[in-house]
């Protein structure tokens, strides 16, 4: 795999490609190069929604393809396209009212140990779900997707301070949650 600053060339010499020429061929390409990323970005925004992912990144890309001009290149065009993921997220919020969210900061009891990775999973998941919804999506872009808090201030539009503090308070909670995890595991190395 080659390193993110050759990634992100390749990604500038599409982008003018499919400016100066109007080259479809370059913005599929870049198409095929992002659109896992960005497919799972929304799923996960969407707590695995496959098919309004499908659609929502069908439509940022579409978007990313009107606004290609507007690019530049202050962040990597993974981040750029993050960045309009999380806005049509947010669009189709506002106008389907789907991410009504039912999870309050309080309340969430401690999880007791089980025993397998799939159970950690599953409490991780549900843990998730009692976060504020910016904790979330703060740790969704940081952790999740592996952006820099830059890069995830960037992709939220939200103050860098701003986003470091989420995520902060997010990871604490989850800790606390999750300790019996962290119990267990220490329980599991001693014979």
């Known amino acids: 795999m080659a390193d993110s600053a050759a990634e992100a060339r390749i990604d500038q010499a599409l982008v003018a490609r499919a400016l100066l020429g109007d080259d479809r061929r370059a913005f599929e390409q870049l198409v095929r190069r992002h659109q896992g990323m960005v497919r799972a970005q929304l799923c996960r925004l969407l707590h695995g929604d496959h098919a309004a992912a499908d659609d929502l990144a069908q439509e940022t890309f579409l978007l990313a393809w009107r606004k290609l001009d507007q690019f530049r290149s202050e962040a990597r065009f993974s981040t750029w396209l993050h960045r309009i993921a999380y806005a049509c997220f947010l669009q189709m919020c506002r106008t389907k009212s789907w991410a009504a969210r039912d999870a309050q900061d309080e309340g969430?009891?401690?999880?007791?140990?089980?025993?397998?990775?799939?159970?950690?999973?599953?409490?991780?998941?549900?843990?998730?779900?009692?976060?504020?919804?910016?904790?979330?999506?703060?740790?969704?872009?940081?952790?999740?997707?592996?952006?820099?808090?830059?890069?995830?201030?960037?992709?939220?539009?939200?103050?860098?301070?701003?986003?470091?503090?989420?995520?902060?308070?997010?990871?604490?909670?989850?800790?606390?949650?999750?300790?019996?995890?962290?119990?267990?595991?220490?329980?599991?190395?001693?014979?």
């Open 108 to 191: 969430m009891e401690l999880l007791p140990a089980p025993a397998h990775a799939m159970d950690l999973r599953m409490d991780l998941a549900r843990a998730m779900r009692h976060l504020s919804a910016a904790e979330q999506t703060v740790l969704l872009h940081c952790v999740q997707l592996g952006l820099s808090h830059d890069e995830a201030a960037y992709v939220l539009a939200m103050p860098l301070g701003t986003v470091k503090t989420h995520a902060t308070r997010g990871k604490a909670k989850l800790k606390t949650w999750l300790s019996a995890w962290q119990h267990a595991a220490g329980e599991e190395s001693v014979p």
